[in-house]
């Protein structure tokens, strides 16, 4: 079931109101709230009082639970503008247009597949996702060599490599430039890689081990 709530003719640009809008839609409202209330804008907190009151038409009117409760959209028309001029040199004047919106915002406890709410679930997934990968990899690391007998490398860097797939001295040993430029970015390494000589010190390890 839909339930919906329109505030109108609230004094706020109607682009600056879109913003907050685009963020809430397809989120639970519990999420909305919440990102609703750590959010530093005008639009935030209209847009926070006409979901609170669809949340209440939901409640009273249609005994909804609010836990259940997803926002299907927030759209946020143009309203009526006043027009206001200001004085300007030469005896000139500059119009100021005060402009206003209508804000729509409709909540649902339905989530089917054409839904907007379902790429916040794909969102949530992926996190999971990501975790259930990097335990597979740290398994997988189970078997591979010491990272952390290379210089500079302690056991959180080591476990950033494993999550990477790097468990093996050859896998380091086989990096181009760009590999080591690529990583050193993406895991914050910095120029770690180049100024302590990683795979100088790989190439003796594998040595050692024979």
Known sequence: ?????TYKFA???PLKARDVAREVTGMPVSAALDLIRFTPKKAAFLIGKTLKSAMANAENNFDLAADDLVVKSATVTEGPVFKRWKPRARGGAAPIRKRTAHINVIISNE???GSEAAP????????AAKKTAAKKQAKSAAGGDDLKLISGVGPKLEQKLHEEGITTYEQ?????????V???ERLSFKDRIQRDDW???VKKLIE???
């Open 1 to 5: 079931m839909e339930v919906k709530a």
């Open 11 to 13: 004094r706020i640009s």
């Open 111 to 113: 989530l089917g597949e």
């Open 120 to 127: 916040v679930a794909e969102k949530e997934a992926k996190p």
């Open 172 to 180: 380091i040993l086989a990096w181009t430039e760009d590999d080591m």
């Open 182 to 184: 690529d990583f050193g």
């Open 199 to 201: 795979q100088g010190q």
């Open 208 to 210: 050692e081990r024979g």
